[in-house]
């Protein structure tokens, strides 16, 4: 059982920078896969960003095309930590963003196959 906790959140100008972070409890988080969801107002969730699950000394990262080179996800599984570093926003990127975890050795794109969520976190960015 994993439990997962986003944080960072908030209103920021279309330029601006935020961090996300998504903070599991449970022994085993180093085995999940985690990504990085956002739901728009009357939009589907969508995948932005992945991390590949700990363990080894290589993890592979997933971004959805339009945040490529604006965002980095990252993972410290010591802190049992995944963090979205989210740079030179645009109105475009408002929405709640959740983290989720899957137990997978791949990254999942679809949400169906994430096995925990987050509560979300507001990501408003104003133009």
């Known amino acids: 059982q994993v439990q997962l906790v986003e944080s960072g959140g908030g209103l920021v100008q279309a330029g601006g920078s935020l961090t996300l972070s998504c903070v599991a409890s449970?022994?085993?988080?180093?085995?999940?896969?985690v990504g990085w969801f956002r739901q728009a107002p009357g939009k589907e969730r969508e995948i932005v960003a992945g991390?590949?699950?700990?363990?080894?000394?290589?993890?592979?990262?997933y971004y959805k095309d339009s945040v490529k080179g604006r965002f980095t996800i990252s993972r410290d599984d010591a802190k049992k930590t995944v963090t979205l570093q989210m740079n030179s926003l645009k109105p475009e990127d408002t929405a709640v963003y959740y983290c989720?975890?899957?137990?997978?050795?791949?990254?999942?794109?679809?949400?169906?196959?994430?096995?925990?969520w987050g509560q979300g976190t507001q990501v408003t960015v104003s133009s």
């Open positions: 989720a975890a899957a137990v997978s050795a791949v990254i999942p794109t679809t949400q169906r196959n994430y096995d925990y």
């Open positions: 449970g022994r085993t988080f180093s085995r999940y896969a």
């Open positions: 991390i590949t699950r700990g363990g080894g000394t290589t993890y592979y990262s």
